[in-house]
């Protein structure tokens, strides 16, 4: 595996187009729970599969539940960077990174210092009300109780991407551009389950992709490097 780290760090070294694109493993090292490992919220007992919970559909139709859940399990305070986030906003100000795409909704890259970041799910920090449009922040989310509410009545919605939600165009057409003009693509923390975002790989044309996950990936990637240790650890090496 040392071998392995060695040479994706002569590929850092060598590269002035990074791309990362990442997923819930990125942040578990920060102590945010991802969904599909043995720990993870799709193996935690609810009334209800967070599939369901977090769906349009269920948003609608449920919406006191749907705040339950989310304040519970995906609003989590007190988190911080972790060594992978710091190196990725590292490389971006050596001139060395072309974007993070990441599917997590924290703004933990952001935290780190990262500003090319494209969120492919949106993020937990950004809510606006449904009605006026007015802008609330995290720690409003956090501190509301039942359906939260604007000033004017109108029922405050995390812009995050649920299920059966279409992803932003402008952010996917950006991730695509980015991928397809990178020099190195380091894909990290993800098993590339959830679509469309695991399909954006497939606009790579480089030759130097590498692969950092805890677990197997869902589809098969052409990967000239693969690491299977924590990829907070992995990236602080490099």
Known sequence: MQEAIRQLKQWVDDSRNIVFFGGAGVSTESGIPDFRSTDGLYHQQWRYPPETILSHTFYESNPEEFFRFYREKLLIQGVRPNPAHYKLAQWEREGRLRAVITQNIDGLHQ????????????????????????????????????????????????????????????????????????????????????????????????????????????????????ITDPIGQVMEQL
């Open 111 to 226: 935290a780190a210092g990262s500003r090319r970041v494209l969120e492919l799910h949106g993020s937990v920090h950004r809510n606006y009300c449904e009605k006026c449009g007015k802008f609330y922040d995290f720690d409003f989310m956090v501190h509301s109780t039942g359906v939260p509410r604007c000033t004017c009545g109108g029922r405050v919605k995390p812009d995050v991407v649920l299920y059966e939600e279409g992803l932003d165009q402008m952010v996917l057409d950006s991730a695509v551009s980015a991928i397809a003009q990178a020099d190195l693509l380091i894909i990290g923390g993800t098993s590339l389950n959830v679509w469309p975002a695991a399909g954006l790989i497939n606009y790579f044309q480089g030759d130097k992709l590498a692969l950092i996950n805890k677990g197997s990936v869902a589809r098969d990637v052409p990967a000239g490097i693969v």
